[in-house]
């Protein structure tokens, strides 16, 4: 059964660096997503991606964030400057797509941890 | 404001007790409500897509339902294995691009 699958699992980074999360979606999937979740809290969009460029963002996806689609098949986030906040479970998911006006199904990845010191 | 509201926020669950965890929005024009499982340090694992009130979909011991207003999970006669965080997400109102908006979840826990 096709899966997301994310890399690195986890991730420790000090306060100021770049990081580069990699997912690499389902393969017949054209909508993919970022999604964090910070310790013990809600599950939070990012940021939707569709035909090469950002669908929507968060208020949370400010400048410091990018996302990027190299090649075929890897779907990258960038945090450009990590703060301590940035801490949490960040997924990706991907899904077939809309279809009239409803909402398809997101499959998510099993996440990577990112722990900023 | 909320648009997706959980309860129990936890629950505890003997061997073969059946409940409900319930899952109550307030968008209007409903384009999809989904169910996840969530594992400890795990990404959310896909259950139901429900669209129309009283749809229904059953996989093995669960059995989600929608209304206009909310939606249920059933669990009849859980397992040990059952236990986990149980996710409701809906694209919020307004937003026609994918974005899923997720409760904080009800903590299950199924002992033997």
């Known amino acids: 059964e096709p899966e997301v699958t994310q890399t690195p699992s986890h991730q420790v980074t000090q306060m100021g660096q770049e990081v580069i999360l990699r997912c690499v979606p389902i393969?017949?999937?054209?909508?993919f997503y970022w999604y964090r979740q910070i310790l013990g809290q809600k599950v939070e969009f990012l940021v939707s991606?569709?035909?090469?460029?950002?669908?929507?963002k968060s208020e949370i996806f400010d400048d410091q964030f990018s996302v990027e689609r190299p090649d075929g098949s890897n779907f990258t986030l960038k945090i450009r400057s990590t703060k301590l906040e940035d801490s949490a479970m960040y997924f990706c998911?991907?899904?077939?797509?809309?279809?009239?006006?409803?909402?398809?199904?997101?499959?998510f990845g099993p996440g990577t941890r990112l722990l900023v010191l | 404001e909320d648009q997706v509201t959980q309860s129990p926020e936890a629950l505890r669950l003997q061997e073969g007790e059946s409940s409900s965890l319930n899952c109550s929005y307030t968008?209007?024009?409903?384009?999809?409500l989904f169910w996840y499982r969530q594992d400890p340090g795990k990404g959310p694992e896909f259950l139901f897509t429900?669209?129309?009130a009283g749809e229904e979909k059953e996989k093995e011991r669960l059995k989600a339902t929608l209304t206009k207003k909310e939606s249920f999970l059933h669990i009849t006669a859980p397992k040990p294995e059952d236990s986990a965080t149980y996710l409701c997400a809906v694209p919020p109102r307004g937003s026609t691009l994918g974005r899923l908006y997720f409760g904080r979840g009800t903590q299950l826990t199924v002992w033997p």
């Open positions: 998911a991907s899904s077939r797509g809309l279809a009239g006006g409803r909402s398809e199904t997101q499959y």
């Open positions: 991606f569709y035909n090469n460029e950002i669908s929507e």
């Open positions: 968008v209007s024009g409903l384009r999809g």
């Open positions: 393969s017949n999937h054209l909508y």
């Open positions: 429900l669209y129309s």
